[in-house]
């Protein structure tokens, strides 16, 4: 079994509509947890990180974490075609390595 | 501009070709990392380092090599390309302490295929 688990999508929303992207892991002692966006072509780049449970909000994105569940999400409002990408969330385990999700990919249809 | 850059960004090769894949960064970082990339998949660190003449073998298991000899370049090695070595490469590098180690700068990556 994975240590993430992701759905790999490709997940497919018209141009305004709030996106849900998520993760679920395995590893209790998880303690960091990280989205990072990934264009075509390109690198990951970070775009959100929390710490433990709670939310957290930039913008258009929140990212929110539930431990008691072992379940992390990523909220995109207001969504735009510029948002489609692939977005991939990682985790930090005890030597601070990052173990990651395989990818959603998410398509913003204008 | 601070930047992590990676040559070639594409290479197609033949079986049993040694083949050597260039990262560097401006940036400074002490630490560097490879990941290998397959579609649909997770990323997979295949090696990293903390420093000059540091490296560290990842949890993927991987016929290449590194070497660290300045902050700026991590370069990747392949003695003997296979095909089953075909995949996307991604350098990153980030800062050292604990917590900013998690923000990690990710290079453009270098497609490999080997025929």
């Known amino acids: 079994q994975k240590e993430v688990e992701q759905d790999p999508g490709p997940l497919s929303v018209p141009e305004g509509a709030i996106v849900s992207l998520n993760c679920t892991y395995s590893n209790s002692a998880f303690q960091y947890f990280m989205w990072y966006r990934q264009y075509s072509r390109k690198g990951p780049e970070l775009l959100m990180y929390?710490?433990s449970s709670g939310n957290k909000e930039d913008g258009r994105f929140t990212a929110q974490v539930d431990k008691s569940s072992k379940y992390i999400s990523l909220f995109i409002r207001d969504s735009q075609p510029s948002d489609s990408a692939t977005y991939l969330c990682a985790m930090v385990d005890s030597n601070y390595q990052l173990i990651w999700g395989a990818g959603t990919k998410l398509i913003i249809k204008p | 501009e601070a930047d992590i850059y990676q040559t070639p960004r594409y290479l197609v090769i033949g079986t049993g070709k040694k083949i050597t894949l260039e990262c560097s960064q401006t940036?400074?970082?002490?630490?560097m990392y490879w990941y290998q990339q397959d579609p649909g998949m997770e990323l997979h660190l295949i090696h990293y380092?903390?420093?000059?003449?540091?490296?560290e073998k990842g949890d993927l298991s991987s016929e290449s090599t590194v070497s660290r000899i300045r902050t700026e370049h991590f370069p990747l090695t392949l003695e003997s390309a296979r095909p089953s070595h075909t995949s996307q490469y991604l350098c990153a590098s980030s800062e050292s302490q604990a917590g900013d180690s998690m923000r990690q700068f990710f290079g453009p990556g270098t497609r490999l295929t080997v025929l």
């Open positions: 929390t710490y």
């Open positions: 940036m400074g970082h002490d630490k």
């Open positions: 380092s903390y420093g000059v003449n540091s490296t």
